[in-house]
């Protein structure tokens, strides 16, 4: 692995399905991230973690749920898909809270 | 509220220089990052900055006035591989990244 992984590339998921993305890095960054990415609006943050063992909420976290068991990865959870969460999800790490982010390649996820 | 405008799409010609402007309204101010993002790719670092002044780095470069709450990339003899969007991004008192939505830069020959 070099940088950030994410897993699965796309996914077409039911409405009211569980599902759960995949984010490791290699990296030792103690910060990682999620976001998703929408047309017409700016990356919005749903989750955080500053080191492993703690969390965060971003600016849109309802849905969604995240743990950090470990230093490299950070799994984020759907506990039951609706329609508005189709989007392009992005993991992102940092050396610290104060570097700059480093960004996965994404997953689209579709929810019909 | 916070808030962080770009104008949502720019054309340039190959060869050409464009600036890219960037306000930001947030809660505190820890530095301004420009990513780029080509389409259906993540987005990649460009440039940092936290201090006013204009920072350079090959092609690129980025200027910051924190008292005006703006910011704008340079792009210099433009490319076509520079066809893209580029995100300005403020880190606020919490240390959390706001995005804007992006400018979609169009390189025409």
């Known amino acids: 692995i070099a940088g950030i992984t994410q897993a699965p590339t796309s996914q077409i998921l039911a409405a009211g399905r569980r599902m759960t993305l995949r984010c490791t890095q290699d990296?030792?960054?103690?910060?990682m991230y999620w976001y998703r990415q929408d047309l017409g609006l700016g990356l919005r943050l749903i989750h955080y973690s500053n080191t492993a063992g703690t969390t965060g909420k971003g600016e849109v976290p309802d849905g969604y749920s995240v743990s950090r068991a470990n230093t490299d990865d950070f799994p984020l959870t759907l506990a039951s898909a609706v329609p508005s969460q189709t989007s392009v999800y992005f993991c992102?790490?940092?050396?610290?809270?104060?570097?700059?982010?480093?960004f996965g390649p994404g997953t689209r996820l579709t929810v019909l | 509220g916070q808030n962080i405008d770009q104008p949502t799409e720019m054309t340039a010609t190959e060869g050409a220089i464009v600036q890219i402007n960037c306000t930001y309204q947030?809660?505190?101010?820890?530095?301004l990052f420009w990513y780029q993002q080509h389409a259906g790719e993540a987005p990649t670092f460009l440039s940092y900055?936290?201090l006013d002044g204009l920072e350079e780095k090959g092609r690129f470069s980025s200027f910051l006035s924190r008292s005006k709450g703006y910011s704008y990339l340079l792009l210099k003899e433009l490319q076509m591989k520079d066809s893209a969007s580029y995100l300005c991004a403020v880190r606020d008192s919490n240390y959390q990244l706001i995005w804007g939505a992006g400018t979609k830069l169009i390189i025409k020959p």
């Open positions: 992102a790490s940092s050396d610290s809270t104060s570097g700059g982010q480093f």
């Open positions: 990296m030792r960054h103690n910060a």
């Open positions: 947030t809660s505190g101010f820890n530095g």
């Open positions: 900055n936290v």
